[in-house]
């Protein structure tokens, strides 16, 4: 049974940092290219960051550049996103996204991240 399961969310203050991990199974993660993508309350789902499969190249999107970092670790089949000085505007669910050689795709959950003072 394929499962991804994204956890680190919560409430925080601007400015703060938080680290969300997406633990998988029931897959082949490593043949996988992992990706976070977020949807904030009336908009639709982004991309915000995501992986190549041995983790050798990764992409932002330009609002988050400079303050997130995706990383993953193929033994631990687990991809992270590390969020440094969260802003209100960064306030989304956010999910992880598996895409395979084929273009199968899994997606997770999600874990909410709210950013206020």
């Known amino acids: 049974q394929v499962q991804l399961v994204e956890s680190g969310g919560g409430l925080v203050q601007p400015g703060v940092s938080l680290r969300l991990s997406c633990a998988a199974s029931?897959?082949?993660?490593?043949?996988?290219?992992m990706s976070w993508y977020r949807q904030a309350p009336g908009k639709e789902r982004a991309l915000v960051a995501d992986i190549t499969r041995a983790g050798v190249s990764t992409n932002y999107a330009d609002s988050v550049k400079g303050r997130f970092t995706i990383s993953r670790d193929n033994a631990k089949n687990t991809v992270y996103l590390q969020m440094n000085n969260l802003k209100p505007e960064d306030t989304a669910v956010y999910y992880c996204?598996?895409?395979?050689?084929?273009?199968?795709?899994?997606w997770g959950q999600g874990t909410q991240v709210t950013v206020s003072s």
């Open positions: 996204k598996a895409t395979g050689i084929t273009g199968g795709t899994y």
């Open positions: 029931g897959f082949a993660f490593s043949f996988y290219v």
